[in-house]
């Protein structure tokens, strides 16, 4: 991956840890321990922020895994919470299944409420403009690829004609009496 698109990475990851950090009442916190993969996401950023913290932290293999079955379950039940979980795994970096079209797609078409914003419909609002602009900013990263590739080989074309009329020129002063 490259160091670019690494560093489009820490805005949301410093977003997600600020947005936890906003998020929690006192008095309202889940039991501690480790959170299984079964996570129930009540509605509350700690939870689906102590989800990706989780996820970050578990080997390929697992990942795999864990991705097939949140997959399947919200093939079969489209819950926010299951929805959620989908996201951020289709979100993860440097993943086989990381795929942010997806993402952006489940979050576009995630049922919008009529009652006021809530905490999960805001994060939903976050993620979907920062997978937006992280799409855009990857799109213009290949459109300057493809120019610089055409660049090169302009270059090099360049670099072909000089060599030849450099060539030209000594055959000419060889030729000179």
């Known amino acids: 991956m490259s160091s670019a698109r690494r560093k489009l990475w820490i805005l949301p990851v410093a977003v997600l840890a600020l947005l936890a950090a906003c998020s929690?009442?006192?008095?309202?916190?889940?039991?501690?321990?480790?959170?299984?993969?079964?996570?129930?996401?009540?509605?509350?950023?700690?939870?689906?922020?102590?989800?990706?913290?989780?996820?970050?932290?578990?080997?390929?293999?697992?990942?795999?895994?864990?991705?097939?079955?949140?997959?399947?379950?919200?093939?079969?039940?489209?819950s926010d919470a299951n929805r959620a979980r989908l996201i951020l795994l289709l979100m993860l970096p440097n993943t086989p299944f990381r795929d942010t079209t997806?993402?952006?797609?489940?979050?576009?078409?995630?049922?919008?409420?009529?009652?006021?914003?809530?905490?999960?419909?805001?994060?939903?609002?976050?993620?979907?403009?920062?997978?937006?602009?992280?799409?855009?900013?990857?799109?213009?990263?290949?459109?300057?690829?493809?120019?610089l590739k055409e660049e090169q080989k302009r270059v090099e074309t360049l670099q072909n004609q000089i060599e030849a009329i450099k060539s030209m020129e000594k055959n000419l002063i060889l030729r000179e009496p």
């Not at 102590?50 to 080997?59: A, H, I």
């Not at 920062?130 to 213009?140: I, P, Y």
């Open 102 to 147: 997806s993402a952006l797609y489940l979050l576009n078409e995630w049922p919008r409420d009529v009652k006021p914003a809530t905490g999960l419909q805001s994060f939903r609002n976050l993620l979907a403009s920062l997978l937006t602009e992280q799409q855009r900013l990857n799109n213009s990263v290949d459109e300057l690829a493809l120019k």
């Open 24 to 78: 929690t009442v006192p008095g309202n916190r889940q039991p501690a321990g480790p959170l299984p993969f079964d996570l129930i996401v009540t509605g509350q950023m700690e939870d689906l922020m102590q989800y990706y913290d989780t996820l970050r932290k578990q080997p390929p293999a697992e990942l795999a895994r864990v991705y097939d079955r949140v997959k399947q379950n919200f093939v079969q039940n489209k």
